[in-house]
């Protein structure tokens, strides 16, 4: 038996999960319109996902086969993963903002070898010891996961409504966990009549009880110095002011008071960028930074993939430090070190 909730007015969500991830399940949910159920994010592309999305399905008395469409809050694989197969299964559209479908395309044609020479450069000006980077040079590279995310077949366009037949349902965007991240306004009465504007289907975005990842948009071929804390914030601010009766994010479980919760994302990156002030009063390399930033646990715990993540993270903080002028690069430093102005 899965669980399926039943949020009301035509919307549910199935819990997909993710496997061995702290995060536990994708909130995959369905929406009906009048040309079938559409799915809003598919989950993580392994066969135990796909059985409780299709065990999901008939417990909401309905099936994949059934599907009219697939709307994707953003590119990453716990969202993404299940939609190529959704789609073959179902000949329903799948739907993205063209700055995450751009990654798609680009996932699909980069070849590893790129892939881990890019890396290598960016860990390098970062300033990572040689231990870490030896094993992106060795000539024994591992396979990457996650290779063959589905292109989507339609563009979600920012304040557009969806073609969802019955429904009206609209796309917010919210760049900074990445680039092409939508939140869909789902902008009918709240069915209990809570007050506030509609529902909110978050994505990853605002979630009740975590802070997700914002790091650099990593991309090869882009030497656009993007601001993806900055775009965040805006983001955050951005639901905020929509103000919606209820959210419903991807992980975690469904919330009211979008406001007071986006105060409180707010309150938290203030306060982290005023620590890694402190930090900087000396001069460091984001992998420095990284090695002395807060997270949930000690650094020598931190595992290789996730130090990449760490590193990332510290940069766009640095990244965000520059742009309001409150830390600088230190002329002539190789690797390059930030300090507080
Ligand atoms: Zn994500
Ligand atoms: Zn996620």
């Known amino acids: 038996m899965t669980k399926v909730f039943d949020h009301g007015g035509g919307v549910r969500s199935l819990r997909v999960p993710i496997p061995d991830n702290p995060l536990g399940h994708t909130l995959v949910y369905v929406v009906d319109t009048d040309r079938g159920p559409v799915l809003v994010d598919t989950g993580w592309d392994d066969p135990a996902s796909w059985d409780a999305l299709v065990a999901g399905l008939t417990d909401c008395g309905t099936s994949v086969a059934a599907l009219h469409g697939v709307v994707i809050t953003h590119h990453h ?189 707010l309150a938290h990156h203030e306060e982290r ?13 984001p992998w420095q930074l990284a090695e002395r930033m807060e997270w949930n646990r000690p650094w020598e715990e931190i595992p290789y993939g996730s130090r990449n993540i760490a590193v990332s993270e510290a940069e766009a903080h640095l990244r965000r430090l520059v742009k309001l002028g409150r830390a600088e690069a230190v002329p002539g430093s190789d690797p390059v070190t930030y300090a507080a102005v």
């Open 77 to 265: 694989p716990d969202h993404h993963g299940l939609s190529a197969q959704v789609r073959e299964a179902s000949g329903a559209w799948v739907a993205m903002h063209a700055a995450d479908a751009s990654i798609v395309r680009r996932t699909r044609e980069t070849r590893p070898e790129r892939w881990y020479t890019y890396m290598a450069e960016k860990l390098t000006a970062a300033g990572a010891p040689d231990a870490h980077l030896a094993p992106l040079r060795s000539s024994r590279r591992r396979a990457l996961p996650g290779l063959s995310p589905a292109l989507p077949d339609r563009e979600i366009v920012p304040g557009e409504l969806l073609d969802l037949p019955g429904r009206r349902l609209r796309a917010i965007w919210t760049p900074g966990h990445t680039p092409g991240h939508v939140c869909l306004h789902l902008e009918e009465d709240h069915p209990a009549g809570l007050p506030g504007r509609g529902r909110l289907f978050s994505g990853d975005h605002v979630l009740p009880g975590i802070t997700p990842h914002i790091g650099l948009y990593e991309d090869p071929d882009d030497a656009t110095v993007t601001d993806p804390l900055g775009d965040y914030l805006a983001s955050l601010e951005r639901v905020g002011r929509l103000a919606p009766a209820e959210v419903l994010p991807a992980h975690q479980h469904a919330f009211t008071d979008a406001p007071s919760r986006v105060r409180e994302l």
């Open 273 to 285: 960028l005023t620590g890694l002030l402190s930090l900087l009063a000396s001069p460091l390399t």
